[in-house]
T-cell receptor, first 112, second 111 residues
Framework: NAGVTQTPKFQVLKTGQSMTLQCAQD?????MSWYRQDPGMGLRLIHY???????DQGEVPNGYNVSRSTTEDFPLRLLSAAPSQTSVYFC???????????FGDGTRLSIL | GENVEQHPSTLSVQEGDSAVIKCTYS??????FPWYKQELGKGPQLIID?????GEKKDQRIAVTLNKTAKHFSLHITETQPEDSAVYFC??????????FGAGTTVTVRA
């Protein structure tokens, strides 16, 4: 059981480039989410999904797209990277609402 | 939306002493309050959680208390050890999967 796996661990982009952050879980969890972590601000919810084919916006969705075609995978897309999106990104999953969320180890993204 | 405030932002304690972190929340409909520990370079890990129908919960050296009237909850760590050094986050949510996190507390346990 690998839990929640995020790739890549580190990435440097130039402004305007696009990329996809990958997230996969092997716990058959229905609920998955993406957070960004910035110094002094805790974690903020970007997008979340309550099952395959269903996604919704969190607190800070602008500049990010998601899709959920399978239970296991929940990729996060940056269409045109901006320096303000420099952050550490965490993916999490849980089997139901208000149940413990399991986090991956994050992707550290720098945008120049 | 929900607003969670966490204090203090840093906490230094002597090994063996207790550590207390306090959080307040704004939405009275919130009913789930987890605490996470984050070590350097890792993702947050759940250490304890409490629901609104419970006032206190304990797991070995860790306890959480909840005061729904005052809308605050606290994490208590007793007999602190060097491995307790980490960043701790409180969070709150209603029954909608959307967790709102506090800004975090960096705990340092001095040997």
């Amino acid at each position: 059981n690998a839990g929640v796996t995020q790739t890549p661990k580190f990435q440097v982009l130039k402004t305007g480039q696009s990329m996809t952050l990958q997230c996969a879980q092997d716990m058959n969890h229905e609920y998955m989410s993406w957070y960004r972590q910035d110094p002094g601000m805790g974690l903020r919810l970007i997008h979340y999904s309550v099952g395959a084919g269903i996604t919704d916006q969190g607190e800070v969705p602008n500049g990010y797209n998601v899709s959920r075609s399978t239970t296991e995978d929940f990729p996060l897309r940056l269409l045109s990277a901006a320096p303000s999106q420099t952050s550490v990104y965490f993916c999490a999953s849980s089997y139901d609402t208000n149940q413990p969320q399991h986090f991956g180890d994050g992707t550290r993204l720098s945008i120049l | 939306g929900e607003n969670v405030e966490q204090h203090p932002s840093t906490l230094s304690v002597q090994e063996g002493d207790s550590a207390v972190i306090k959080c307040t929340y704004s939405d009275s409909a919130s009913n789930y309050f987890p605490w996470y520990k984050q070590e350097l370079g890792k993702g947050p890990q759940l250490i304890i959680d409490i629901r609104s129908n419970v006032g206190e919960k304990k797991d070995q050296r860790i306890a959480v208390t909840l005061n729904k009237t005052a809308k605050h909850f606290s994490l208590h760590i007793t007999e602190t050890q060097p491995e307790d050094s980490a960043v701790y986050f409180c969070a709150a949510s209603k029954y909608d999967y959307k967790l709102s996190f506090g800004a975090g507390t960096t705990v340092t346990v001095r040997a």
